[in-house]
């Protein structure tokens, strides 16, 4: 069975809804700067901090590597994999990419709180959030198989509309 990546800018909702496909579809899910932290044995910021962005891009690649070997898992993309081909190749080989999109916003409500996302210190405004969204667009939506906006939405009317579009593509 295929993997099902969920890509998009940070805050566009890919750990949530993550997480309610695992719960209402009990499918199995890999959040990866969770995994990547884990590993390091350090946060995400202290990780850009100490070994800086590429080492930490380095370890994105690795990890969706691995997920080549394993099948049928929801991946909960960190928001800068789409920065390297590479790693959109590696996604198309294994399954389907999802991109979850949301107005810059949203996502500002969505990230406000939290310091755990390197790339926004000092940026959190619309307009820094709205820069780095279209300077990252081209790449999301050349990468995606398929798209779902989330503003507005429900979580699970999300999930739903994600399982919809997967069977009509006959992944699951
Ligand atoms: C990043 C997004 C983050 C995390 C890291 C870099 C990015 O993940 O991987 O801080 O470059 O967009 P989320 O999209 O889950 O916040």
């Known amino acids: 069975m295929d993997n099902i990546f969920l890509i998009g800018f940070m805050g566009c909702g890919k750990s949530t809804v993550a997480a309610c496909l695992q719960e209402q579809y009990e499918m199995q899910v890999i959040e990866m700067d969770q995994v990547i932290a ?57 399954g389907t990419v999802v991109l979850l999109t949301a107005k810059p916003e949203t996502i500002l409500k969505r990230v406000m709180e939290d310091d755990g996302r390197p790339i926004l210190k000092g940026k959190k405004t619309v307009e820094e959030i709205e820069k780095l969204m279209e300077v990252r667009r081209e790449k999301y939506e050349k990468a995606a198989d398929f798209i779902v906006s989330t503003d507005n939405k429900k979580i699970r009317k999300i999930a739903e509309e994600i399982m919809n579009q997967l069977k009509g593509e006959s992944v699951c």
Request: proline share 2%.
């Open 38 to 94: 884990e590993s390091q044995e350090m946060s995400i910021p202290d990780i850009f901090e100490k070994r800086g962005e590429a080492y930490f891009r380095d370890l994105e690649t690795a990890l969706l590597n691995e997920m080549k070997t394993r099948g049928g898992q929801v991946v909960s993309c960190g928001g800068g994999v789409v920065l390297r081909e590479e790693n959109v190749d590696i996604m198309k080989e294994s």
